[in-house]
């Protein structure tokens, strides 16, 4: 599955960033769910899955730059992206080891808000697959 922020945002800390857009559906509805109004990804099988993400904000009222996280629901495990400016494109992925009903979020994790930019048409993607379904064998 693979989702996108085409719309302008502020996520303010500890928030999650919600995609308004889904590019690529495969998995939905069989592997995950989204929910486009919270932002949640809900595993529906068991597995291994990557996630990649990205953010581009264009100013923030934070000390510590741009920080944006996967945080999981059930093991409470979070893997943190972070970028020192906060004007800069922030990068992230996560391989987590998923249970049935555990859900993720893309969240904020800088110590205060962040505008989404405004200069660019993806102000944030997300991409996530199984990996202990697929084959990347040539």
Known sequence: MSLERL???????????????IIASE???SQFDYNMSTG??????????FIDW???PQFGFTTDGSNWAIKTSVS??????????????TIGFAII??????SVQLLNASDGALTLSEAVNSKA?????????SNFAP
């Open 7 to 21: 719309g302008n945002a502020t996520v303010d800390t500890n928030e999650a960033l919600v995609f308004d857009t």
């Open 27 to 29: 998995g939905l509805s």
């Open 40 to 49: 949640v990804i809900t595993f529906l099988e068991e597995g291994y899955y």
């Open 54 to 56: 990205y953010a581009a």
């Open 76 to 89: 409470g495990l979070t893997f943190t992206g972070s970028s020192h400016t906060k004007v800069s494109v």
């Open 97 to 102: 080891n998923a249970e049935v009903g555990e």
């Open 125 to 133: 993607g997300l991409i996530i697959y199984c990996a202990s379904t």
